[in-house]
């Protein structure tokens, strides 16, 4: 074929292309319009006017309703839950806070996408912040308020492939300093330390009055542990098997977590306890699966997220007493990712 004879198949090729970009971009903008609608619309859920106050005796959490304020940090008071929410206009894929301070953990989209961790005070205004290396999962506080926990999904990791792969750290809620990566510390099992490089951490809570020692979830070669961490000696020591995403209660005898009553391909999670003194395991009545972190409302009540069936993007709070013999109910709708203001 000669060059002149190519040039017409040449020319089709790149109009086609153009049409395929102008297409794709018509596309992307529809449905930006679309997306920017669907935040500018009416909330579906009832909210008060003014901003949130941070204060105690509230619950705060990351507003699912649609429509204005979709993804924002909201607060209902302990003393009506159903009630009317008061919304701060700070955005947040995940979010947990106590009186002196707020993490927010968010996605920065653009030309290049990125994931930060935001310290707010009080007044919501920033007080530090730090990148995160992957897509936001997991925070928490300590009771004080000075430390932050943050796991993140994270990819590059050799072992990525066959499951899933997270980065936590420990960050001073100023911004400065901290642990690094939890997989540097030491992981201690029946007091053999592993190495293996498939170790992986996440899913941080803290000892309720201490900045030393925290809880957290381990695994490696197919096993999972409940650890408990010194941030002093840089330790995580296996202390119970199967305990994912733990959440200690605010006496901190008992720690709640997620069980997998599935299989390794089909998870179930079924929201439990264990007795930190006995060692007891107590599984509760929820029959569906709780993927969260579960958090207490008080020393014998958990709260969790639960997404809403065919409503991408939303969620509700439910909870249930530690009796197990107990029935879940709806405490906040169009929510996600609780903790409470003590």
């Excluded at 925290?214 to 010194?230: D, E, H, N, P, Q």
């Excluded at 969790?304 to 197990?324: E, F, H, N, Q, V």
Aim: charged share 15%; net charge neutral; aromatic share 8%.
């Amino acid at each position: 074929m000669t060059a002149a004879g190519s040039k017409p198949k040449w020319g089709i090729l790149l109009l086609l292309t153009a049409l395929v970009i102008a297409g794709a971009g018509t596309y992307a903008a529809i449905a930006f319009g679309r997306f920017q609608e669907s935040r500018t619309a009416a909330s579906t859920a009832r909210v008060a006017s003014g901003g949130a106050v941070l204060t105690k005796g509230s619950v705060l959490f990351r507003n699912t309703a649609p429509g204005q304020g979709y993804g924002t940090i909201g607060t209902v008071p302990l003393s009506d839950p159903a009630g009317e929410r008061s919304l701060a206009a700070v955005a947040c894929d995940r979010v947990y806070g106590t009186t002196q301070n707020i993490v927010c953990l968010k996605t920065n989209r653009g030309l290049v996408t990125n994931f930060e961790a935001v310290v707010l005070n009080p007044q919501w205004q920033p007080t530090a912040s730090w990148a995160v290396p992957g897509i936001p999962s997991r925070t928490r506080m300590s009771t004080d308020g000075s430390l932050v926990a943050t796991t993140v999904f994270v990819t590059g990791h050799s072992y990525g492939s066959a499951g899933f792969s997270t980065a936590t750290s420990i960050t001073a809620a100023q911004g400065g300093g901290g642990s690094g990566n939890l997989e540097d510390f030491a992981l201690l099992v029946n007091g053999t330390r592993i190495t293996a490089a498939d170790r992986n951490i996440w899913g941080v809570t803290f000892a309720p009055g201490q900045n030393d020692t925290f809880y957290a979830t381990a695994a490696s070669s197919g096993r999972i542990w409940l650890v408990k961490g010194s941030i002093s000696a840089r330790t995580l020591t296996a202390i119970h098997d199967g305990v994912v995403c733990p959440s200690l209660s605010p006496d901190g005898t008992r720690i709640a977590y997620k069980k997998n009553t599935g299989g390794p391909l089909a998870a179930h999670w079924r929201a439990a306890f264990l007795d930190l003194a006995t060692g007891k395991e107590t599984v509760l009545s929820e029959p569906r699966s709780v993927d969260d972190q579960i958090e207490w409302l008080d020393d014998q009540t958990l709260l969790y997220g639960l997404a809403r069936d065919g409503a991408a993007g939303d969620s509700d709070i439910w909870r249930i007493t530690a009796d197990p013999a107990s029935s879940s109910s709806l405490y906040i709708e169009h929510a996600w990712s609780p903790s409470v203001l003590r």
